[in-house]
């Protein structure tokens, strides 16, 4: 029996292509995947403009973790770590505060900046925002190389009715990239399953192809 060789050889490169193009799409998904949503904004209750009158109190706040850019760390020629959201710093803090009319999962944060310098890129809301999470983020760069960053935040409780209570302080800061996060350790880099998925499998023709012969 004899196999065509210009046949068998363009079949095997048809997969091999088809390969090439679903490797390089699932890594391009995987990349783009990272998004986050905006901090929802506090809405006042007019029922509750009529009646109430009494501030809250003071919140209670907590620096959650703090996340800083990172450089992509390439492991071969095919695969790499890189991802859509390397470049991105994120604060995020734990609100909480108490009133004699709003429930605790309805008050609003008013988020001001009390001292320092906020990172390069990073803006505070401008408005009340309505939770018990603020999520800060930025463009921090896609490096290794961070620097330091250190700001006071004054952050107060507003109910449904608009009142404002008293601020509460909290310093956020980070050292930079010389000793890490100052919260939180860092994830280590990963290559997205799918991609290296892809990358095994292209490996794998290309190991078996090999110029048809004439039997």
Not at 92 to 117: N, W, Y
């Amino acid at each position: 029996m004899h196999r065509h060789p210009i046949r068998s050889s363009l079949a095997r490169l048809g997969a091999l292509g088809i390969a090439l193009s679903v490797g390089f799409f699932v890594a391009t998904e995987v990349a783009s995947a990272c998004s986050f949503a905006p901090n929802p904004a506090h809405t006042l209750d007019a029922n509750a403009q009529a009646t109430d009158t009494a501030v809250p109190a003071a919140p209670t706040l907590t620096v959650v973790r703090i996340v800083r850019g990172k450089g992509p760390q390439r492991e071969s020629f095919c695969s790499s770590s890189a991802s859509s959201c390397d470049d991105l710093g994120q604060i995020e803090l734990q609100m909480a505060a108490t009133d004699d009319q709003t429930p605790a999962t309805s008050m609003g944060f008013r988020i001001e900046l009390s001292g320092g310098a906020l990172p390069s890129g990073l803006t505070l809301p401008d408005y009340s925002v309505r939770g018990s999470r603020l999520l800060l983020v930025w463009i921090d760069g896609a490096s290794d190389d961070q620097e330091a960053f250190s700001f006071v935040l004054a952050i107060s409780a507003v109910d449904l009715a608009g009142n404002v209570g008293p601020a509460t302080t909290i310093q956020v800061s980070d050292p930079g990239s010389d000793s890490g996060c100052s919260i939180g350790a860092r994830s280590p880099l990963r290559t997205p399953w799918p991609t290296t998925i892809a990358t095994l499998f292209i490996g794998f023709l290309l190991r078996r192809w090999r110029p048809a012969r004439r039997e």
